[in-house]
Nanobody
């Protein structure tokens, strides 16, 4: 299984970006898909995840601005990011946790830069 993320870029504060991440391969059941980010000099943090039942969860700092969604048939997770702030800058990684079999996969990351 490999994860391919896209959609990062440079945007001014207040702008929007949409990230997408698609999993290749077959023979697994999607459990959790999510987005994490790592800012320079900081630890990686969870931004948004969507669980098996489809319920999303967000870190407080992005609530009301970011929306996570997924297309299970396409094995793709999206992150719509609106009203971006400079503190949203970082490398965004997608994650896929599967069951049957149980496994955890990470994408290579996509850079998001928000200028003030």
């Amino acid at each position: 299984v490999q994860l391919q993320a896209s959609g990062g870029g440079l945007v001014q504060a207040g702008g929007s970006l949409r990230l997408s991440c698609t999993a290749s391969g077959s023979g697994f059941t999607i459990n959790v898909m999510g987005w994490y980010r790592q800012a320079p000099g900081k630890q990686r943090e969870e931004v948004a995840i969507i669980g098996y039942g489809g319920r999303p969860d967000y870190v407080d700092s992005v609530k009301g601005r970011f929306t996570i969604s997924r297309d299970v048939a396409k094995k793709t997770v999206y992150l719509q990011m609106n009203n971006l702030k400079p503190e949203d800058t970082g490398v965004y990684y997608c994650r896929l946790a599967t069951i049957n079999p149980t496994a955890d996969y990470w994408g290579e990351g996509t850079q998001v830069t928000v200028s003030s």
